[in-house]
């Protein structure tokens, strides 16, 4: 029942920016935790990004201090801000919600940082 659905995503060189959204198909965002996951080809997808209901903000060592997670509870909306962008940011972004004892995603969108 729960959909993501993102965009955003796209080729930037390195040094850009880009901002992901993700956009929820009811108003969850703001009472389960969410965020913002990412898969490089041949490596283990990790957690770029998370907030809580509460509005704590987790990142990963590899983005931290580039990389800003937010969320518009009236537009029922997460984005990710990505600034400084690095070759080793490229990859298929994915968005979150845990809803009780489910993981939802959303269909991933592709960031390509390259000269």
């Known amino acids: 029942q729960v959909q993501l659905v993102e965009s955003g995503g796209g080729l930037v060189q390195p040094g850009g920016s880009l901002r992901l959204s993700c956009a929820a198909s009811g108003s969850i965002f703001s009472i389960y935790p969410t965020g913002w996951y990412r898969q490089a080809p041949g490596k283990q997808r990790e957690l770029v990004a998370g907030i809580t209901s509460g509005g704590s903000t987790n990142y990963a060592d590899s983005v931290k201090g580039r990389f800003t997670i937010s969320r518009d509870n009236y537009k029922n909306t997460i984005y990710l801000r990505m600034n400084s962008l690095k070759p080793e940011d490229t990859a298929v972004y994915y968005c979150?919600?845990?809803?009780?004892?489910?993981?939802?995603w959303g269909q991933g969108t592709q960031v390509t940082v390259s000269s």
């Open positions: 979150y919600i845990d809803v009780r004892d489910r993981r939802y």
